[in-house]
């Protein structure tokens, strides 16, 4: 069975770093490209990154350039995301999400995970 | 910036009716355009990649047409299970996705 499960979600101070992670399952983990997605609470779908299968090509939208960091490691078939300098507006559920092969049509998605940033 | 307009924002409909999103964008993105279901406190499913294309699973009563800059999803015969809110989301340039429709039972 094919299966994302993210980790590391939690409440965080402004300005504040958290590590998520993302643990795939039932596939060739390193035939796929793999991207983060956000949902802000009872808002829409905002794509966050993209890391191609072999962790060559990336990409950031906007709001987190400069700030996040998208890794991946193939041998443990995991992916990370990493984020510094955290703001309000960072505050929604985190999800991984599976391309079907090279490209950014997301056929899978892990459970999320909820990043809360407070103070 | 390819900004994803859906529309409308919300469709009220009964089971058994025909129903059809419509998801305009502000620059052609050829056919590079999926469209998800979410259902409330659940991931979003893919449900047609690259314009007219059904993921593995969905059932037949759904497809999408268009390319350039307008598409359509449509939904015939509506089952009770498929009342959700609807995602466009294109991938020509970078990704992004539409705001959101919801299809509501009437």
């Known amino acids: 069975e094919v299966q994302l499960v993210e980790s590391g979600g939690g409440l965080v101070q402004p300005g504040g770093s958290l590590r998520l992670s993302c643990a795939a399952s039932?596939?060739?983990?390193?035939?796929?490209?793999m991207s983060w997605v956000r949902q802000a609470p009872g808002k829409g779908l905002e794509w966050v990154s993209y890391?191609?299968?072999?962790?060559?090509?990336?990409y950031y939208a906007d709001s987190v350039r400069g700030r996040f960091t998208i890794s991946r490691d193939n041998a443990k078939n995991s992916l990370h995301l990493q984020m510094n300098v955290l703001r309000d507006e960072d505050t929604a559920v985190y999800y991984c999400?599976?391309?079907?092969?090279?490209?950014?049509?997301?056929?899978?998605w892990g459970q999320g995970t909820l990043v809360t940033v407070s103070s | 910036e390819i900004v994803l307009t859906q529309s409308p924002a919300t469709l009220s409909l009964s089971p058994g009716e025909r129903a059809t999103l419509s998801c305009r964008a502000s620059?052609?993105?050829?056919?590079?355009l999926a469209w998800y279901q979410q259902k409330p406190g659940q991931a979003p499913r893919l449900l047609i990649y690259?314009?007219?294309n059904r993921a593995t699973g969905i059932p037949a009563r759904f497809s999408g047409s268009g390319s350039g800059t307008d598409f359509t999803l449509t939904i015939t015969s509506l089952e009770p299970e498929d009342f959700a809110v609807y995602y466009c989301?294109?991938?020509?340039?970078?990704?992004?996705f539409g705001q959101g429709a919801r299809l509501e039972i009437k």
């Open positions: 999400a599976r391309g079907r092969g090279v490209d950014a049509n997301f056929d899978c």
């Open positions: 039932g596939f060739t983990f390193s035939s796929h490209s």
């Open positions: 890391i191609s299968s072999g962790g060559i090509t990336i």
């Open positions: 620059q052609s993105v050829s056919s590079y």
């Open positions: 690259d314009a007219s």
């Open positions: 989301q294109q991938r020509s340039n970078l990704v992004t």
